[in-house]
């Protein structure tokens, strides 16, 4: 013992867990610590995130899994959801939609997040349900899909987008806000609906944002979009799976301008934007440029 330890250090107990140590099932902190609120009044923003603990810090490097059938053309949505997160600097792994993982992942060996678009949802959802224990799961509703097999994934994703047309042809006569609420309560935390006059996101609590002009025209690259945002404020990964149910306004804003800019990009370049791409395009300022 070091000859300058308090008393009450010496005397105090060691083996008691901090109350404020992460719970073994989420690898989250307690809803009780003032970091994180208790969902009432949602702290949560892209830029912020948790500092990692020694259970969860290897999460940021993780990869990004879009699964996508062998041999997929790479125009592709799924395709360019998988480009366009590589050419922003992520790490992307293509996967068969019927790979199963032998044994179910966690936190610390998992991917960050699982993009489904362009397979059949019910041909692999074991997959998806064996994964969302680790990872976030990405659902970009294909161009004329089929009821049943959206269904079979609303359950089991965490964000889901799905453009205006296919929304209004799955629900005829429903408005577009009342099919959102309903979708919202089968399991999504957050869902993206994008039409020629914008986009709007909606999350599980109905806090809502809005983006003008048409972004569906390269969809891959609007939802590559959305998940480098999610990314860069780290909100991807099991261990903020509550959190995206209650993002704040701003967050989902940023979500959204985000997704507009790398579409943007995307249709007047005719390829994936790069990272400084994104950064002129969306107008943020960089050091030694002012």
């Not at 993780?62 to 992520?90: C, F, H, I, N, Q």
């Not at 599980?204 to 809005?210: I, Q, R």
Request: charged share 25%.
């Amino acid at each position: 013992m070091a000859e300058h330890t308090h008393p009450a250090d010496r005397e105090a107990a060691t083996s008691v867990p901090s109350p404020r140590a992460p719970d073994a099932r989420t690898l989250r902190r307690r809803s009780e610590d003032p970091t994180l609120g208790d969902g009432a009044k949602p702290p949560t923003s892209v830029g912020w995130g948790p500092t990692p603990t020694l259970t969860d810090r290897r999460a940021p490097e993780a990869p990004a899994y879009v699964a996508l059938e062998p041999g997929a053309p790479t125009d592709s949505p799924a395709s360019r959801v998988a480009e366009g997160l590589e050419a922003l600097g992520r790490t992307v792994e293509r996967v068969s939609p019927e790979q199963v993982p032998r044994r179910a992942p966690t936190a610390t060996n998992s991917p960050l997040v699982v993009h489904v678009g362009d397979v059949d949802p019910v041909r692999g959802p074991e997959a998806v349900d064996v994964y969302r224990s680790g990872a976030t799961v990405s659902y970009a509703v294909p161009q004329g899909a089929e009821e049943s097999r959206v269904q079979a994934l609303l359950a089991r994703a965490d964000v889901v987008t799905v453009a205006a047309g296919d929304l209004a042809r799955l629900h005829p006569g429903e408005e577009a806000a009342s099919t959102v609420r309903r979708w919202l309560t089968a399991g999504p935390s957050v869902v993206v609906v994008t039409g020629a006059d914008g986009a709007r996101a909606t999350n599980a609590v109905g806090t809502t944002a809005e983006v003008r002009g048409d972004h569906g025209g390269d969809h891959g690259a609007f939802v590559a979009g959305v998940l480098d945002a999610l990314w860069s404020g780290g909100l991807l990964g099991v261990h903020a799976r509550e959190d995206l149910r209650t993002l704040v306004a701003g967050t989902l804003q940023e979500l959204l301008d985000n997704a507009a800019a790398s579409a943007e990009v995307a249709r007047t370049t005719g390829r994936p934007a790069t990272r400084a791409e994104l950064t002129e395009a969306r107008g943020v300022p960089r050091l030694g440029t002012v």
